[in-house]
């Protein structure tokens, strides 16, 4: 540490030597750094434990119904979350039955494209013949008003 003591003439010393009071502030610093506590405790929580069997996902053989919803981009198949391996496996038990069970689509308002896009490219690959739209009716406002009058 560099310190002067000014001019031999007796004129005050015009600047001030931060040196020291740098190295004080480091000396504080590491010994804050030293001094805060680790991390280390931990907050158990106990969550719900998973079923060993969920309820499986059965096929209707009289109509099935797929819904799109709108939070969180869900596949419903029967009001039962799937996802897009899970609905193959439907879709191509639903063509093993004899007669084929029918298939309904329902998304809802404001559903993103990409997902209706991609399931109907589900549905169309897996060859499904008795297919339809429910639910559109409630969108249509041909000269009605939303009330329906």
Known sequence: MAMSGGKDDGSP???????PLIDVMLVLLIMFIITIPVATHAVNIDLPA????P???????VKNKIVLQREGNKVLWNDTQVNNAEL???LKQSMEMKPEP????????NASYELSAAVLNI???SGVTRFGFVGNERYAVFGKSPNGQ
Do not use: H, R, W
Not at 55 to 61: I, S
């Open 13 to 19: 010393m015009m600047e001030i030597n931060t040196t």
């Open 50 to 53: 998973p079923s060993q069997n």
């Open 55 to 61: 309820p499986p996902v059965t096929v209707d053989p």
């Open 88 to 90: 193959v496996n439907l």
């Open 102 to 109: 029918e298939l309904q689509f329902e998304p809802e308002a």
């Open 123 to 125: 549905i169309k690959k």
